[in-house]
């Protein structure tokens, strides 16, 4: 089943240009990953969402995500509470429609 990943960034003032030069350059070849996208969603904030042939696969790239992430961690803003330079979410979708459908 297919799933979703999500994830919401905030780059420190200043850093947002390196924030997405180093995003782009990131290697992405993640076994089960179909479509990747960074959203500018405002000013100084971003969300990544990525769609999966299903969670399993997710989860397996998990280290390497990871790994992208210390690539550009000292770029980011931490949330507030307890969450962290990134604000994720992902699962398994529930519905889907394509256009025209």
Not at 14 to 36: A, M, V
Not at 69 to 97: C, N, P, W, Y
Request: aromatic fraction near 12%.
């Amino acid at each position: 089943m297919t799933a979703y990943g999500v994830v919401r960034f905030r780059p420190k003032p200043g850093h947002e240009e390196e924030f997405e030069t180093t995003f782009r350059r990131l290697p992405r070849n993640f076994e089960g990953l179909r479509k990747f996208a960074l959203i500018k969603t405002g000013e100084g904030t971003y969300c990544s969402i990525s769609e999966w042939e299903s969670y399993d696969h997710m989860v397996a790239a998990r280290p390497k995500m990871a790994g992208n992430l210390d690539q550009f961690r000292h770029t980011l803003e931490k949330f507030e509470g307890d969450l962290g330079v990134t604000d994720a979410v992902s699962g398994e979708a529930i519905f889907e429609m394509t256009s025209g459908g």
